[in-house]
């Protein structure tokens, strides 16, 4: 499966720096089964699940690194920085949008 990560310029920075926001996440205390769908997992059940998800990720002091990482390294599954899976292709696809038509101006 093709990664969905952005394609942007990364800088190199060291492992730790680039890793610790984790120790901080809200997410660390939470069963990592509200994150991640289970095979055949329902619409329905889906929806409430990622509420659940989404209400730790809004009340987390690293949300913003979080989804950050998500879209940067390609996240394909879950819930990361308050973002699902459909969340995150959106926003990457209109991202690739917008370079296209910096591209072509």
Known sequence: ?????????????PVAEMWSWQ???????ADPAIFFHPEGERAGARRRRQQRAKAICAQCPVIAQCSDHALR????FGIWGGLSED??????G??????KVRVTD
Do not use: N, T, V
């Not at 969340?87 to 990457?92: A, E, G, K, T, W």
């Not at 209109?94 to 370079?99: D, G, H, K, V």
């Open 1 to 13: 499966m093709a990664s969905h990560a952005y394609q942007g310029k990364r800088p190199l920075l």
């Open 23 to 29: 120790l901080l996440a809200a997410c660390r205390e």
């Open 73 to 76: 390294f390609g996240e394909d």
């Open 87 to 92: 969340d995150r292709r959106r926003m990457l």
């Open 94 to 99: 209109q991202l690739r949008i917008r370079a």
